[in-house]
């Protein structure tokens, strides 16, 4: 049997129906690079779908910056082996040495592997920060939703609204807190790193890949805008951990991480990042 054209795979694999585009579109609030395409699901929501190949990878990022925010979106990744892939969600503030950051990076996965999340903070150009989770669920198999939630206090990662990692602020310590960040969305070939440790490359055979995101949502301080909320008003600006977060991160760990920068004391022989003793 003949193996299907690129384009027909294509076809088969993106999250969209056939559709003329409204005027109106979450995906027009971000610049775009590489293949990304627009459209609607089956129940008529909105989905943008980044295409990776071996010309090129994609991705989009907003046209708008913020400083502090609550941000999610609705993923679907790529089915069977994605080994080698990324695919994320994030905050930046460009890519000076002096960068912040906010990540969540999915990992590609050889077939029948658990997906990988990689959440990071990087604060003026301080980073290394990452707890890794296998996923608990089949990520590619329908749509979960993903959020950082960042204020002055706190950086809050959800999955399906389940607190997995909460990174504190300390007064001495570096902390995003100063530069105004885009949000970004890529799908990128990691082969050298993502997947064993870059041992299981991409096996371009099964390209084009393809994510899909859908239910974007911002709510934060976007620069040169007064929609920032006042303090005590018992939105993102003032989420702390509650109890059932605390509960959900100590099941996370226990259950699900699978990588803690401050158990690696190989990376850090120096002594472990002043986070480390207080968490």
Request: negative net charge; glycine residues 8%.
């Amino acid at each position: 049997m003949a193996r299907p054209t690129s384009t027909l795979v294509l076809v088969a694999v993106l999250c969209l129906v056939v559709r003329s585009a409204s005027a109106e579109f979450w995906l027009d609030e971000f610049t775009t690079d590489g293949d990304v395409r627009k459209g609607y699901d089956r129940s008529g929501r909105q989905v943008a779908s980044l295409v990776l190949d071996q010309r090129s990878g994609a991705g989009f990022n907003s046209t708008r910056k913020y400083l502090f925010g609550e941000f999610s979106v609705e993923m679907k990744l790529i089915p069977g082996n994605s080994a080698g892939t990324v695919t994320s969600f994030y905050l930046t503030s460009g890519e000076g040495d002096e960068h912040d950051e906010i990540d969540m990076e999915f990992m590609g996965n050889s077939s029948g592997s658990p997906t990988v999340l990689n959440t990071n903070v990087w604060a003026s150009g301080d980073g290394k920060k990452e707890h890794q989770f296998y996923l608990w669920f089949d990520p590619a198999a329908d749509f979960h939703k993903y959020k950082i939630i960042w204020n002055d206090k706190n950086i809050i990662f959800q999955v399906d609204d389940v607190t997995v990692r909460v990174f504190k602020r300390y007064a001495d310590l570096p902390y995003p807190d100063a530069k105004p960040m885009a949000v970004h969305a890529t799908l990128w070939d990691g082969s050298y790193w993502a997947t064993e440790k870059g041992k299981v490359p991409i096996d371009w055979s099964r390209a084009p890949f393809v994510v899909c995101y859908r239910a974007y949502t911002a709510n934060g301080c976007a620069v040169g805008s007064s929609s920032c909320p006042a303090a005590g008003g018992n939105e993102w600006m003032d989420r702390q951990p509650d109890d059932t977060d605390r509960l959900t991160v100590a099941w996370a760990h226990r259950n699900c991480l699978q990588y803690n920068y401050c158990d690696d004391g190989w990376r850090f022989p120096q002594g472990f990042p002043g986070e480390c003793a207080r968490n």
